[in-house]
């Protein structure tokens, strides 16, 4: 760990990238405190403290929907906007055609999503104005407040995506999940002095042990199956090429338990958390109450993310693991799988192989996911309420995904230390 802190800072490229992502998230963290004009702080802090899902879903902007800034949807919009988009490239043949049209085809799609992602967040945003209408300040006009909420929050949401697509291209790490990330970590002093606060009122010293204890055994556990692999040896022919020799050697394709990442985690939430905001926009009973079931300690929500989870990881597996084309670079190259003959056995073992790991990869995350609210339920330490569910994965995996890719560029860094 000490190796890597020191490589940042040693290395001029890798020390730019860091920089760089630094003064990202530090904008985004100042544009999290910029209100929009027109609302009552009062009443709009005495409205999250009823515990509703607008609670859960301030975990992803680091607190700017609670002080409804001008970044108050965060990255929602346009992880919601990625989602639509990878589905349809799926279900529409134009879309599919498109992505592999190589450099131009995913910009094309990028730039599809972008667009989306504005509409999405305009829609967002017309819906939270009229919602929030009733902890205006008073005498505010509410024509002013709906254009300017609309446009501040819409401004707001398509720079965070402008944000997130800089750092994937000039920093280091994908910038989206750095930017949850920054505000999940962000909201961390807050839940310890809310723990403190309600251990000094009363709570069970115990309980908010057992919860502690809970968050380090997922924090390992997240770990070991993270860094888990399956290798699959592949054996190299010898093939002779004009006067060399090539191949004779063996080698092995690192087949991660959870391929996914911390993707599947974000799309679930992302999806369950736009309804059901959605619905506490529309004063109308019935959907209040189906609201109230969405609720993230609600034996509703738990099951529905549960699912999506599921879902998420294997259709993001599905999407970036392709058995057929790797089978045949390896039948291309002179390779074989022991035991399993080249060509269409090959990725028929290779999806095989994929879909069992998937499927312990997905278990593993739904059952992390869900198993921290149920902690809460018993010890009734509701503090860290959202932080044991789904940011604690987010926070432990890009950690992790961060600290790999530095190492990569540090050990590219070293190979061509070696080639000048």
Partial sequence: MFNVISGIFNIADLRKK????????????????????????????????????????????????LRFSVFAMGIVPYINASI????????????????????????????????????????????????LRGVMLVGYNFLFFLIGTVVALTAGST??????????????????????FTGIVARIPSYI???ATLVQGGASLVGVIILVISFLLMIMAIVVVQEGQRRIQVQYAKRIVGRKMYGG???????R???????????????????????????????????????????LYMVIYFCLIFFFTYFYTAITFNPVELANNIKKYGGFIMGIRPGRPTAEYLEHVIT?????GALFLAIVAIVPSIIEQMTHITSFQGLGSTA???????????VRQIETHLVTRQYEGLLV
């Avoid at 639509?84 to 599809?112: D, F, N, W």
């Avoid at 050697?249 to 087949?255: E, F, G, K, R």
């Avoid at 604690?392 to 961060?402: K, N």
């Fill in 159 to 180: 720079m965070v995506m402008w944000f997130s697509e800089l750092i994937t291209e000039h920093g280091i790490g994908n910038g989206a999940s750095l930017l949850i």
């Fill in 356 to 360: 069992r790991l998937t499927l312990v």
């Fill in 392 to 402: 604690l994965l987010i926070v432990v995996g890009v950690a992790m995904d961060l």
């Fill in 257 to 299: 338990i959870n391929q996914g990442g911390v993707i599947p985690i974000i799309f679930a939430s992302s999806v369950l958390l736009f309804p059901a905001t959605i619905a506490q926009f529309i004063p109308v009973q019935a959907i209040q109450k189906m609201a109230g079931w969405m609720s993230p300690s609600g034996i």
């Fill in 18 to 65: 860091f920089l760089y992502t630094l003064g990202m998230l530090i904008l985004f963290r100042f544009g999290s405190h910029i209100p929009v004009a027109g609302i009552d702080a009062t009443k709009l802090a005495a409205l999250f403290g009823r515990g509703n899902i607008l609670g859960f879903l301030d975990l992803f902007t680091g607190g700017a929907l």
């Fill in 249 to 255: 050697q063996s080698t092995y394709i690192p087949l």
């Fill in 84 to 131: 639509i988009m990878q589905l349809l490239t799926v279900v529409i043949p134009q879309l599919e055609e498109l992505s592999k049209e190589g450099e131009s085809g995913r910009k094309q799609i990028a730039s599809y999503t972008r667009y989306l992602t504005v509409v999405l967040a305009a829609f967002q945003a017309f819906g939270m104005s009229f919602w």
């Fill in 193 to 195: 002095a809310r723990t």
